[in-house]
């Protein structure tokens, strides 16, 4: 049976057909760069309808990767995914606390999801980092409040949280603040695209964009 077993021309020729399909998509500097690596990461096209850019969100996100801003996510399958070596390179962290005992007990206590109270205890450490949720609504509900309160203050926000319950309304509330993000509108979304858009920016950053 005949198929392609170099990795290097496998990557090559995937890139190529997404670059075709994507034609001329009006995408900005670098925006194009995470789109296709989502779009490489899910098989699916039909990202480039759904994904939604803020102006500044590349940009920013970019910025804080350079400096070593820490990276913070609402579960371990999108901490897991990203690339660790390049964020130590960067100097920077990868924070996830939804295993921490603290917050398994608070989340029984106050019957809410592990991930809503995760974010809540990584708050305070967001300084000018950069946020990836992919996998709990209620994480972004509760890290949206905690913007508005003045209590957490991220650089940008990665909000691609899937699911039919709550995805779609805590991402378009996020689309409608002038925080840095970037949303799957609809229900679809998850920790694989949150990686895939970490890592393309830690591409960016690695190529020095732009």
Known sequence: MSFLRDPLAIEAQSQAIISRELGDYPLRAGEKAVLARIIHATGDIGYARLVVFHPDFVAAAVAALQRG???????????????????????????????????????????ETRALVAIERLAPRMEGGLVAIGNAPTALFRLLELIKAGSARPAAVIGVPVGFVGAAEAKAALAATEVPHLVVQGPKGGSTVAVAAVNALLKLVVERWP
């Open 69 to 111: 801003a820490g990276i913070f996510t609402d579960v371990e399958m999108v901490r897991s995914g990203i690339n660790a070596r390049l964020v130590a390179e960067l100097g920077g962290q990868i924070f996830c606390a939804i295993r921490e005992p603290e917050v398994i007990a608070a989340a029984k206590k106050r019957n």
